[in-house]
Nanobody
Framework: VQLQASGGGLVQAGGCLRL?????????????MGWFRQAPGKEREFVAA????????YYADSVKGRFTISRDNAKNTVYLQMNSLKPEDTAVYYC??????????????????WGQGTQVTVSS
């Protein structure tokens, strides 16, 4: 599956953005999907993930209550709604797909397909 992320931009603190990740291919619904981010000089970190059916979601503590991950399998798309954005959310955001189960869903090393990333910048 090939992934294309979009929706990033520049926003003031307290604002919101909605990221989208469009997937090609007919196997999208068989993958658990995740969002990760990487700030300059830092390692890539887990943000959120969602299982194939959408029934379960997972979040990093730093975004819990502010971000919401969702997916539309009919549209081969996964979303990340980001509210109450903070300057520390500034990073390049990546979507990715994994065939591993929920026990490994937070581990970026278990994701096999990555999108190109979209820049999110939050000004104070």
């Amino acid at each position: 599956v090939q992934l294309q992320a979009s929706g990033g931009g520049l926003v003031q603190a307290g604002g919101c953005l909605r990221l989208s990740c469009a997937a090609s291919g007919r196997t999208f619904s068989s993958y658990n999907m995740g969002w990760f981010r990487q700030a300059p000089g830092k390692e890539r970190e887990f943000v959120a993930a969602i299982v194939t059916s959408g029934a379960s979601t997972y979040y990093a503590d730093s975004v819990k209550g502010r971000f919401t991950i969702s997916r539309d399998n009919a549209k081969n798309t996964v979303y990340l709604q980001m509210n109450s954005l903070k300057p520390e959310d500034t990073a390049v955001y990546y979507c990715a797909a994994t065939a591993y189960g929920e026990s490994l869903i937070r581990n970026p090393k278990r994701y096999i397909n990555w999108g190109q990333g979209t820049q999110v910048t939050v000004s104070s």
